[in-house]
Protein backbone atom coordinates (compact mmCIF):
# COMPACT_ATOMS: atom_id res chain seq x y z
CA UNK A 1 0.00 0.00 0.00
CA UNK A 2 1.14 3.54 -0.89
CA UNK A 3 2.10 5.56 2.12
CA UNK A 4 3.02 9.64 1.60
CA UNK A 5 5.18 11.89 3.65
CA UNK A 6 3.60 15.67 3.76
CA UNK A 7 4.96 18.70 3.54
CA UNK A 8 3.73 22.23 5.01
CA UNK A 9 5.41 24.95 3.51
CA UNK A 10 5.01 27.91 4.84
CA UNK A 11 5.18 30.74 2.76
CA UNK A 12 3.19 34.19 4.06
CA UNK A 13 2.40 35.28 7.40
CA UNK A 14 -0.53 38.03 7.87
CA UNK A 15 -1.02 40.26 11.50
CA UNK A 16 -4.19 40.02 12.28
CA UNK A 17 -6.98 40.09 14.93
CA UNK A 18 -8.65 37.28 16.39
CA UNK A 19 -12.05 39.53 16.03
CA UNK A 20 -11.22 38.63 11.61
CA UNK A 21 -10.76 35.13 11.91
CA UNK A 22 -14.50 34.30 13.57
CA UNK A 23 -17.74 34.85 12.53
CA UNK A 24 -19.16 37.57 14.74
CA UNK A 25 -16.13 38.83 15.83
CA UNK A 26 -14.27 37.49 19.06
CA UNK A 27 -14.98 39.21 22.93
CA UNK A 28 -11.90 38.36 23.97
CA UNK A 29 -10.13 40.11 20.82
CA UNK A 30 -6.52 40.33 20.67
CA UNK A 31 -3.43 39.41 18.09
CA UNK A 32 -4.31 36.18 15.99
CA UNK A 33 -1.54 36.04 12.89
CA UNK A 34 -2.33 33.69 10.04
CA UNK A 35 -0.08 31.83 8.04
CA UNK A 36 -0.04 31.24 4.70
CA UNK A 37 0.50 27.08 3.36
CA UNK A 38 1.23 25.05 0.26
CA UNK A 39 1.25 21.11 1.34
CA UNK A 40 3.69 18.77 -0.81
CA UNK A 41 2.74 14.94 -0.72
CA UNK A 42 5.06 12.75 -2.11
CA UNK A 43 6.66 9.30 -1.70
CA UNK A 44 9.17 7.59 -4.24
CA UNK A 45 6.50 7.60 -7.20
CA UNK A 46 4.64 10.56 -7.14
CA UNK A 47 4.78 14.08 -6.16
CA UNK A 48 1.78 15.99 -5.93
CA UNK A 49 0.98 19.93 -5.03
CA UNK A 50 -1.66 20.98 -3.02
CA UNK A 51 -2.50 24.77 -4.00
CA UNK A 52 0.03 27.31 -5.10
CA UNK A 53 0.13 30.08 -2.86
CA UNK A 54 0.13 33.92 -4.04
CA UNK A 55 3.11 35.77 -5.94
CA UNK A 56 4.55 39.46 -5.11
CA UNK A 57 2.15 41.29 -6.62
CA UNK A 58 -1.15 40.03 -5.05
CA UNK A 59 0.55 40.01 -1.54
CA UNK A 60 1.15 43.90 -2.07
CA UNK A 61 -1.83 44.28 -3.23
CA UNK A 62 -3.41 42.95 -0.17
CA UNK A 63 -1.27 43.49 2.38
CA UNK A 64 0.37 40.45 2.99
CA UNK A 65 3.68 39.37 4.23
CA UNK A 66 5.11 36.88 1.48
CA UNK A 67 8.29 35.08 2.82
CA UNK A 68 9.23 33.17 -0.33
CA UNK A 69 7.46 32.57 -3.71
CA UNK A 70 5.94 28.98 -3.14
CA UNK A 71 7.97 27.58 -5.99
CA UNK A 72 11.31 28.48 -4.14
CA UNK A 73 9.76 26.83 -1.05
CA UNK A 74 9.04 23.85 -2.97
CA UNK A 75 12.77 23.93 -4.75
CA UNK A 76 14.07 23.59 -0.92
CA UNK A 77 12.28 20.47 -0.59
CA UNK A 78 14.27 18.81 -4.06
CA UNK A 79 10.86 20.15 -5.90
CA UNK A 80 11.37 21.62 -9.54
CA UNK A 81 7.82 23.06 -9.84
CA UNK A 82 8.38 23.36 -13.70
CA UNK A 83 8.42 18.96 -13.75
CA UNK A 84 5.08 18.65 -11.37
CA UNK A 85 2.52 16.47 -12.88
CA UNK A 86 -0.28 16.86 -10.13
CA UNK A 87 -1.53 19.84 -8.65
CA UNK A 88 -4.49 19.57 -6.24
CA UNK A 89 -6.41 22.68 -5.93
CA UNK A 90 -8.43 23.01 -2.99
CA UNK A 91 -10.34 26.37 -4.22
CA UNK A 92 -9.85 29.40 -6.46
CA UNK A 93 -9.44 31.88 -3.74
CA UNK A 94 -6.11 34.09 -4.55
CA UNK A 95 -3.98 32.43 -1.99
CA UNK A 96 -4.76 28.78 -2.55
CA UNK A 97 -4.59 28.72 -6.75
CA UNK A 98 -1.94 32.28 -7.53
CA UNK A 99 1.36 31.09 -9.01
CA UNK A 100 -0.38 28.67 -11.05
CA UNK A 101 1.74 29.29 -14.24
CA UNK A 102 4.60 28.66 -12.57
CA UNK A 103 3.37 24.72 -12.84
CA UNK A 104 3.21 24.38 -16.70
CA UNK A 105 3.06 20.77 -17.22
CA UNK A 106 0.29 20.24 -14.39
CA UNK A 107 -2.90 19.10 -14.91
CA UNK A 108 -5.09 20.78 -11.69
CA UNK A 109 -7.60 18.59 -10.08
CA UNK A 110 -10.31 21.04 -9.12
CA UNK A 111 -13.78 20.36 -8.14
CA UNK A 112 -16.41 21.00 -10.54
CA UNK A 113 -19.02 23.19 -7.83
CA UNK A 114 -15.76 25.47 -7.25
CA UNK A 115 -15.34 26.57 -11.05
CA UNK A 116 -19.12 27.11 -10.86
CA UNK A 117 -18.96 29.50 -8.05
CA UNK A 118 -16.53 31.01 -9.16
CA UNK A 119 -17.62 32.11 -12.54
CA UNK A 120 -21.19 32.02 -11.60
CA UNK A 121 -24.14 34.77 -10.28
CA UNK A 122 -21.75 34.93 -6.57
CA UNK A 123 -19.28 36.65 -7.85
CA UNK A 124 -21.48 39.57 -8.13
CA UNK A 125 -21.39 40.05 -4.78
CA UNK A 126 -18.18 41.30 -3.20
CA UNK A 127 -18.24 39.40 -0.02
CA UNK A 128 -18.05 36.37 -2.18
CA UNK A 129 -15.75 37.53 -4.86
CA UNK A 130 -13.54 39.52 -2.76
CA UNK A 131 -10.77 36.28 -1.77
CA UNK A 132 -10.77 35.61 -5.71
CA UNK A 133 -8.56 37.01 -7.91
CA UNK A 134 -10.67 37.55 -11.29
CA UNK A 135 -7.22 37.44 -13.45
CA UNK A 136 -6.14 34.22 -11.44
CA UNK A 137 -9.67 32.63 -11.97
CA UNK A 138 -9.91 33.25 -15.52
CA UNK A 139 -6.51 32.20 -16.41
CA UNK A 140 -8.02 28.85 -14.55
CA UNK A 141 -10.47 28.77 -17.10
CA UNK A 142 -7.57 29.11 -19.88
CA UNK A 143 -6.60 26.00 -18.69
CA UNK A 144 -9.97 24.21 -19.06
CA UNK A 145 -9.52 25.23 -22.26
CA UNK A 146 -6.08 23.20 -22.98
CA UNK A 147 -7.48 20.57 -20.76
CA UNK A 148 -5.13 20.90 -18.06
CA UNK A 149 -7.87 20.83 -15.58
CA UNK A 150 -9.31 17.07 -14.50
CA UNK A 151 -12.56 18.17 -12.81
CA UNK A 152 -13.70 16.10 -9.37
CA UNK A 153 -17.54 15.74 -8.50
CA UNK A 154 -17.15 15.20 -4.99
CA UNK A 155 -14.59 12.26 -3.70
CA UNK A 156 -11.96 10.84 -6.13
CA UNK A 157 -9.09 9.33 -6.06
CA UNK A 158 -5.81 11.02 -7.34
CA UNK A 159 -3.57 8.36 -6.69
CA UNK A 160 -3.98 5.40 -4.88
CA UNK A 161 -4.49 6.80 -1.40
CA UNK A 162 -4.46 10.28 -2.35
CA UNK A 163 -8.44 11.41 -2.54
CA UNK A 164 -10.09 14.34 -2.47
CA UNK A 165 -13.21 15.49 -1.00
CA UNK A 166 -15.81 17.91 -1.20
CA UNK A 167 -16.68 20.00 1.59
CA UNK A 168 -18.07 23.45 0.52
CA UNK A 169 -18.84 25.79 3.37
CA UNK A 170 -16.06 28.75 2.96
CA UNK A 171 -16.94 28.29 -0.67
CA UNK A 172 -19.26 25.93 -2.50
CA UNK A 173 -16.35 23.69 -3.95
CA UNK A 174 -14.21 23.61 -1.30
CA UNK A 175 -12.44 20.12 -1.26
CA UNK A 176 -10.09 18.76 1.11
CA UNK A 177 -7.44 16.17 0.90
CA UNK A 178 -7.16 12.75 2.54
CA UNK A 179 -3.57 10.99 2.67
CA UNK A 180 -2.34 7.63 3.69
CA UNK A 181 0.82 8.22 5.78
CA UNK A 182 2.48 6.28 7.55
CA UNK A 183 0.88 7.53 10.87
CA UNK A 184 -2.57 6.88 9.36
CA UNK A 185 -4.98 8.80 6.96
CA UNK A 186 -3.55 13.07 7.32
CA UNK A 187 -6.43 15.37 6.34
CA UNK A 188 -5.47 18.62 4.63
CA UNK A 189 -8.61 20.49 5.69
CA UNK A 190 -7.24 23.64 3.86
CA UNK A 191 -10.31 26.16 4.55
CA UNK A 192 -12.39 23.73 5.71
CA UNK A 193 -10.98 25.19 8.94
CA UNK A 194 -8.53 28.66 8.66
CA UNK A 195 -7.27 27.29 12.33
CA UNK A 196 -7.62 24.73 15.22
CA UNK A 197 -9.85 26.76 16.81
CA UNK A 198 -12.52 27.23 14.10
CA UNK A 199 -13.43 23.83 14.19
CA UNK A 200 -12.49 22.56 17.73
CA UNK A 201 -14.48 25.86 19.28
CA UNK A 202 -17.03 25.64 16.59
CA UNK A 203 -16.86 28.81 15.49
CA UNK A 204 -16.72 29.60 11.45
CA UNK A 205 -14.36 31.82 9.84
CA UNK A 206 -15.97 34.89 8.85
CA UNK A 207 -15.42 34.43 5.00
CA UNK A 208 -18.14 31.88 4.31
CA UNK A 209 -20.95 31.13 1.77
CA UNK A 210 -22.47 28.41 3.64
CA UNK A 211 -22.34 28.34 7.01
CA UNK A 212 -23.92 25.25 8.04
CA UNK A 213 -22.15 23.46 5.25
CA UNK A 214 -18.80 24.84 6.97
CA UNK A 215 -19.89 23.08 10.72
CA UNK A 216 -20.62 19.93 8.90
CA UNK A 217 -17.37 20.01 6.99
CA UNK A 218 -15.50 19.82 10.53
CA UNK A 219 -16.89 16.52 11.53
CA UNK A 220 -16.57 15.07 7.59
CA UNK A 221 -12.95 16.44 8.47
CA UNK A 222 -12.53 14.35 11.26
CA UNK A 223 -14.36 11.32 10.03
CA UNK A 224 -12.11 11.31 7.03
CA UNK A 225 -9.24 11.16 9.61
CA UNK A 226 -7.66 8.52 12.06
CA UNK A 227 -7.73 10.78 14.57
CA UNK A 228 -8.40 14.86 15.27
CA UNK A 229 -4.93 15.19 15.21
CA UNK A 230 -4.81 14.08 11.87
CA UNK A 231 -6.61 17.10 10.42
CA UNK A 232 -4.45 19.64 9.65
CA UNK A 233 -5.84 23.43 9.04
CA UNK A 234 -5.22 25.64 6.46
CA UNK A 235 -3.61 29.10 8.26
CA UNK A 236 -2.74 27.84 11.68
CA UNK A 237 0.57 29.14 12.71
CA UNK A 238 0.82 26.59 15.53
CA UNK A 239 1.05 24.17 12.74
CA UNK A 240 4.18 25.09 12.57
CA UNK A 241 5.25 24.27 16.11
CA UNK A 242 3.05 21.25 16.41
CA UNK A 243 5.12 19.27 13.75
CA UNK A 244 8.61 18.80 13.40
CA UNK A 245 10.73 20.87 11.15
CA UNK A 246 12.10 18.68 8.62
CA UNK A 247 15.86 19.79 8.97
CA UNK A 248 16.91 22.33 10.88
CA UNK A 249 18.09 24.60 8.29
CA UNK A 250 14.12 24.66 7.42
CA UNK A 251 12.58 25.58 10.66
CA UNK A 252 10.27 27.64 10.29
CA UNK A 253 9.74 26.95 7.12
CA UNK A 254 8.73 23.34 6.33
CA UNK A 255 7.38 21.00 8.51
CA UNK A 256 6.62 17.30 8.15
CA UNK A 257 2.81 16.08 9.32
CA UNK A 258 3.56 12.71 8.49
CA UNK A 259 5.89 12.55 11.31
CA UNK A 260 3.83 13.01 14.87
CA UNK A 261 2.80 16.05 16.42
CA UNK A 262 5.12 17.00 19.31
CA UNK A 263 2.47 18.15 21.36
CA UNK A 264 -1.06 16.25 21.56
CA UNK A 265 -3.82 18.11 20.29
ZN1 LIG B 1 -7.03 30.44 2.39
Not at 175 to 190: C, F, K
Request: hydrophobic residues 40%; charged residues 25%.
Amino acid sequence: MSTYEIYALRYAHHERRASENFLGGDPHDGPMPMDYFVWLVRNAERTIVVDTGFNAEAAQRRQRELLRCPAAGLALLDVDAGTVRDVIVTHLHYDHVGNFDLFPRATFHLQDLEMSFATGRHMGDPAQSGAYDVETVVGMVREVYKGRVHFCDGDAEIAPGVTVHRIGGHTLGLQAVRVRTARGHVVLASDASHYYANMLEKRPFPIVYDVADMIAGWDRCRALADGDGHVIPGHDPDVMRRYPPVSPALAGIAVRLDAEPRTHT
